[in-house]
């Protein structure tokens, strides 16, 4: 049984990969950004390997984060899940980012520079990622007026990109990007037509099958199959210029020297 950690796995999508997962017997850590959430999943934490809590706005708590999962051990998979939708305003977090790109962006990056590198990586991204712009100028939307129906686009663009770099950087890895569906979670709403059931299978299904189907990397799928990605994606290009933009914006180079997992410069 394969040992996986779900961030963003107190309601939606994470919780319901996380009580597949468990059903299936694997051993699987959850995430919850604070006590309050973690409270509302008793049940689904008894039955799980452990709970890691932070905040993933935050890059010291995203850091915190990383040292309760490592401490649990080496995950065989990570299924970075969380995410947010349409925030009214830009944000600002203790580090000054857009909270849109800490979250969904900034947050999977440095948790993939500090957890022990795991041999599967599954990123939620979104169909509404070729709406992204490709331009990395201002990605942190500090020039720009404040739009939320672009900044989550953009976010599932780049988070996309950044499972196709690891792919190409890290060829003992399976990295993935999984597009959900429009689903009927609390960010998806109650009117969302897909299946809010597949919705979550994939991701469970690339994190611990042995079906060579599964066995991939560098891939962008929807209910198990995989599907064509926006065209920036597979652009080693902007690949290598999204890579080298978040190392600018965290302080973190995720591919250096070696073959090691990186830590953050002070």
Sequence with gaps: MSRIFITGSTDGLGLAAARTLITQGHHVVLHARSRERAAAIAETSAAALGLVIGDLASAAETCSIAEQVNAIGRMDAVIHNAGIYLERSRGDTPDGHAKTLAVNLLAPYLLTAWITRPDRLIYL???MHRSGASSLDDIDWKQRPWNASQAYP???????????ALARHWPDVFSNAVDPGWVPTKMGGAGA????????????????????????????????????????????????????RLAGLTGVQLFSEGTGNTKRRT
């Design 125 to 127: 991204t979104s169909g």
């Design 154 to 164: 953009e976010s599932k663009l780049y988070i996309a990109t950044l499972a196709a």
């Design 193 to 244: 037509p897909d299946d809010l059931e597949m919705g979550h299978l994939t991701q469970t299904w690339l994190a611990t099958s042995d079906d060579g189907a599964a066995r991939v990397s560098g891939g962008y799928w929807y209910h198990r199959q995989q599907r064509e990605a926006a065209v920036e994606v597979g652009d080693i290009g902007f690949q290598d210029a999204l890579v080298e």
